[in-house]
């Protein structure tokens, strides 16, 4: 009866604490499924906000694999959905013309680079349409959570049309010079009138 009465109250205990168990489990499951679920919404809101960005947008890892990017880079950079270019080493992704990245900008940087150091530098060559394309590219390094740079984020600024611009503007100014300095040289060729500003012919006659 007293041996009987033993097993009881193991048993008893035993399930309790597989009660308490099983508790602990379907909670560390529910904050598991809130975990997932969050961090689901947050890779949505961050592919939303790379693609709202109008400008090329893209990060790699330290080892030059393309991790991710907007369609902005993947459509005017490269011509090509991101589903096929997700994954692929930068140097090896090709634009529709066959081109390859610049391997002087698009290179990824390595274990030395500064945790918060931003680079910028200008480049150009032919996007996915073809046309020759000027932008500053801005690239920062990622780092890990133990300190180390485990990729790097690039932002491409198409500056063609303010080159453009700049160069109209370079060569009106070379005219106005040019021009200006025509002026100067007639004037120090022909006898000009200090008070009423006429000019003299050859017979000696103000015109």
């Not at 008893?12 to 689901?40: I, V």
């Not at 491409?156 to 040289?185: G, N, W």
């Amino acid at each position: 009866m007293f041996r009987w009465f033993n097993r009881c109250l193991v048993n008893r205990r035993s399930y309790t604490e597989m009660q308490a168990r099983l508790a602990h489990l379907e909670a560390e499951t529910e904050k598991a499924r809130q975990h997932d679920g969050s961090l689901r919404y947050h890779m949505r809101l961050l592919d939303v906000l790379l693609n709202t960005i109008c400008e090329p947008v893209f990060y790699q890892d330290t080892e030059g694999i393309l991790q991710g990017c907007n369609r902005a880079f993947a459509d005017k950079v490269v011509g090509q959905s991101r589903g096929r270019i997700l994954g692929r080493p930068m140097a090896e992704i090709r634009t529709p013309s066959g081109r390859k990245l610049p391997e002087t900008l698009f290179r990824h940087l390595d274990d030395e680079t500064p945790a918060k150091e931003i680079s910028q530098v200008e480049g150009r060559f032919p996007w996915a349409d073809g046309r020759e394309r000027t932008f500053i590219l801005s690239k920062a390094p990622i780092a890990a959570a133990e300190g180390q740079v485990s990729g790097s984020v690039g932002v491409m600024l198409d500056i063609t049309e303010r080159k453009r611009a700049e160069a109209e503007k370079e060569a009106l100014i070379r005219e106005l010079q040019e021009a200006l300095a025509t002026v100067k040289t007639l004037r120090g060729l022909l006898p000009v009138s200090s008070f009423c500003k006429k000019i003299r012919d050859d017979k000696g006659y103000w015109l």
